[in-house]
């Protein structure tokens, strides 16, 4: 992912309003950021441990997406997988995020969701730069340039549905 600005970020939200997006929290070390090791940029709001946001590269440009986490399911503790880069977690290491769409369904209360790793480190996940535990990531036969295109290919899918 080539290097983004926090003036990048704000304007790329496709689900939110000026004046949300103006008031969301931005990531501190984005100077130090290892680009080269992210497909798409991934944070949780340390205010409010519900919000989440994702920034991806589209076109010439970026498309951010302000995520809601769902409340984690009560019971035992069990494996769950996330549907962007097909990792494995044991307990709230995947959570249902929740997207508001784009424009009049939005507006409305419409919504999109999909199972994501709750950091949202799918990329450090898929180089081996992150470890979510033991049996987290299944053998491919894949190289990790087509993990990582299976993974974008899957993000595209959830972006296409919040703007769609």
């Avoid at 440009?61 to 880069?85: H, I, K, N, T, Y």
């Avoid at 990792?87 to 995947?94: I, L, S, Y």
């Amino acid at each position: 992912m080539r290097p983004v600005t926090e003036r990048d970020i704000r304007a790329s939200f496709v689900n939110c309003t000026k004046g949300e997006a103006k008031r969301l929290s931005v990531p501190k070390d984005l100077a130090e950021r290892l680009w080269d090791d992210l497909d798409f940029l991934g944070w949780r709001d340390p205010a409010a441990p519900d919000r989440a946001y994702l920034v991806a590269e589209s076109g010439d440009g970026f498309a951010g997406v302000a995520l809601r986490r769902a409340a984690p399911p009560v019971g035992p503790a069990r494996r769950s997988m996330c549907s962007l880069c097909l990792t494995t977690h044991t307990g709230d290491g995947v959570a249902l995020m929740t997207a508001r769409k784009a424009g009049k369904e939005g507006q409305l209360g419409n919504s999109v969701g999909a199972y994501i790793c709750t950091d949202l480190a799918c990329s450090l996940y898929l180089r081996g730069k992150k470890d979510a535990g033991l049996g987290s990531r299944l053998h491919e036969s894949l190289t990790l340039d087509e993990q990582v295109d299976r993974t974008m290919a899957n993000l595209a899918g959830f972006l296409t549905r919040v703007v769609g």
